[in-house]
């Protein structure tokens, strides 16, 4: 079977030059030949077939997990392998999911899909230990801002410096990441020295000056003293409050007595 006949659809919402789309119709098509091959009296299916199904984690990364292309390709795939299941074979079939990673350890270890997916045993295909740990500290501080979904994300560096003033000149267009998925560009401000003093700034342009550090370095200090006072007031009195020992009160009693 054509699954661009079966799927229009798929076809319809995405688009013919999406690459998310163009992966995720490949897997369906895998899936739909090897669906035949099993049901196929005539046919004598291999003893192990291994399929790396990577559309539906294209189309995350492209579109988001609640999007609606996501909800339609998750019921699409859903009905394939409910397919695959039911058909009636020898075969046995076994599915492994493996949870998303964020990106910055993607970097730092070999994820179960890159296990599973070469096969090989050649030299090439090991890395040693020391090279992935100095590639996850270089790469460990260009992890990409995260976006929330309300605050202002330009498609662009250009279209963020023409809107923001070049972030009024306190920063620099830095690429990020929504929370709803998708890239975008976004201001990131920079502390600066003015008459000795390092100044910070913040906002969505850089155009408000940060005083929260100072403001922190301030109340902190004050109420640490109020508290030390505090402290050594309640101990002054608890001192003062106490009896004095038996020999001091013995001497102390004699001395009034020969007065």
Same mark, same amino acid.
């Given at each position: 079977?054509?699954?661009?006949?079966?799927?229009?659809?798929?076809?319809?919402?995405?688009?013919a030059?999406?690459?998310?789309?163009?992966?995720?119709?490949?897997?369906?098509?895998?899936?739909?030949?090897?669906?035949?091959?099993?049901?196929?009296?005539?046919?004598?299916?291999?003893p192990?077939?291994?399929?790396?199904?990577?559309?539906l984690?294209?189309?995350?990364?492209?579109?988001?997990?609640?999007?609606?292309?996501?909800?339609?390709?998750?019921?699409?795939?859903?009905?394939?392998?409910?397919?695959?299941?039911?058909?009636? !074979?020898?075969?046995?079939?076994?599915?492994?999911?493996?949870?998303?990673?964020?990106?910055?350890? +993607?970097?730092?270890?070999? !994820? $179960?899909?890159s296990?599973?997916?070469?096969?090989?045993t050649?030299?090439?295909?090991?890395?040693?230990?020391?090279?992935l /740990?100095? +590639? $996850?500290?270089?790469?460990?501080?260009?992890s990409?801002?995260?976006?929330?979904?309300? +605050?202002?994300?330009?498609?662009?560096? !250009?279209?963020?410096?023409?809107?923001?003033?070049?972030?009024?000149?306190?920063?620099?267009?830095?690429?990020?990441?929504?929370?709803?998925?998708?890239?975008?560009?976004?201001?990131?401000?920079?502390?600066?020295?003015?008459?000795?003093?390092?100044?910070?700034?913040?906002?969505?342009?850089?155009?408000?000056? /940060?005083?929260?550090?100072?403001?922190?370095?301030?109340?902190?200090?004050?109420?640490?003293?109020?508290?030390?006072?505090?402290?050594?007031?309640?101990?002054?009195?608890?001192?003062?409050?106490?009896?004095?020992?038996?020999?001091?009160?013995?001497?102390?009693?004699?001395?009034?007595?020969? /007065?």
């Amino acid at each position: 079977m054509v699954i661009e006949a079966k799927y229009s659809r798929w076809l319809t919402e995405y688009g013919a030059m999406d690459v998310s789309a163009k992966q995720f119709i490949q897997d369906l098509e895998m899936l739909d030949a090897y669906q035949e091959s099993i049901a196929s009296p005539s046919s004598l299916p291999p003893p192990l077939t291994l399929f790396r199904l990577s559309g539906l984690e294209q189309i995350v990364r492209q579109h988001g997990q609640h999007s609606p292309q996501y909800r339609l390709a998750i019921s699409t795939l859903k009905k394939f392998l409910d397919g695959i299941l039911s058909t009636p !074979t020898e075969s046995q079939t076994i599915l492994i999911a493996v949870p998303p990673k964020p990106a910055h350890t +993607r970097l730092g270890k070999r !994820t $179960s899909l890159s296990l599973l997916a070469p096969f090989q045993t050649s030299e090439s295909s090991f890395v040693s230990r020391s090279l992935l /740990d100095r +590639r $996850s500290e270089i790469f460990a501080g260009t992890s990409p801002k995260i976006v929330s979904s309300t +605050r202002a994300c330009y498609s662009n560096v !250009t279209e963020c410096e023409e809107n923001t003033k070049t972030c009024n000149g306190h920063g620099a267009c830095v690429m990020g990441q929504r929370t709803s998925g998708g890239n975008c560009f976004v201001c990131e401000c920079k502390k600066e020295k003015k008459d000795g003093k390092v100044v910070g700034w913040s906002g969505e342009m850089c155009q408000k000056q /940060d005083l929260s550090s100072e403001f922190v370095l301030i109340s902190g200090s004050v109420i640490g003293l109020i508290i030390a006072f505090s402290m050594a007031i309640a101990l002054l009195f608890s001192i003062g409050a106490e009896g004095l020992p038996q020999q001091l009160a013995s001497v102390s009693g004699s001395s009034k007595k020969n /007065d």
